[in-house]
Structure formats: structure tokens, C-alpha cells
């Protein structure tokens, strides 16, 4: 399993971790170009990326 690190690039947690695609959807962070960390575009948003990374990390186990 991905280590879901804020410095992580979007466009590679969307590659390595697709469960995370409706998250970014829901929160309106764009993960399709661009090579945005996930930090960066939580900031950009207003988001806490510590409950971005725990609410991808909970879909992760609700998929096993």
C-alpha cells in the first residue's frame, strides 16, 4: 500500500491508489495534470490534508 505522504504528486497517488479519484472528486482537487503535490492542492482549497489523506486511507480499507 502507498504511504499517502503530503509531498506525494497527485497525478502518481491517482496512478498507484485509483480509490483516491472520488476523494480529490468529492473535495474538488484536481488530480488529472499539472503535478501538484497533494499538500500544495489541499492548501489551494482550503483543505486539512491530514483528513484528505485519512478519508483516502478509510476507502482503501472499505475496498479490501
Do not use: W
Amino acid at each position: 500500500m502507498h504511504s499517502l505522504q503530503p509531498d506525494d504528486p497527485i497525478t502518481e497517488l491517482v496512478i498507484e491508489v485509483p480509490e483516491s479519484i472520488p476523494v480529490f472528486e468529492k473535495y474538488g482537487i484536481d488530480y488529472c495534470c499539472g503535478g501538484k503535490s497533494l499538500g500544495y492542492a489541499c492548501r489551494c482549497r482550503g483543505h486539512d490534508v491530514n483528513k484528505i489523506i485519512e478519508e483516502i486511507r478509510s476507502t482503501l480499507k472499505e475496498s479490501i
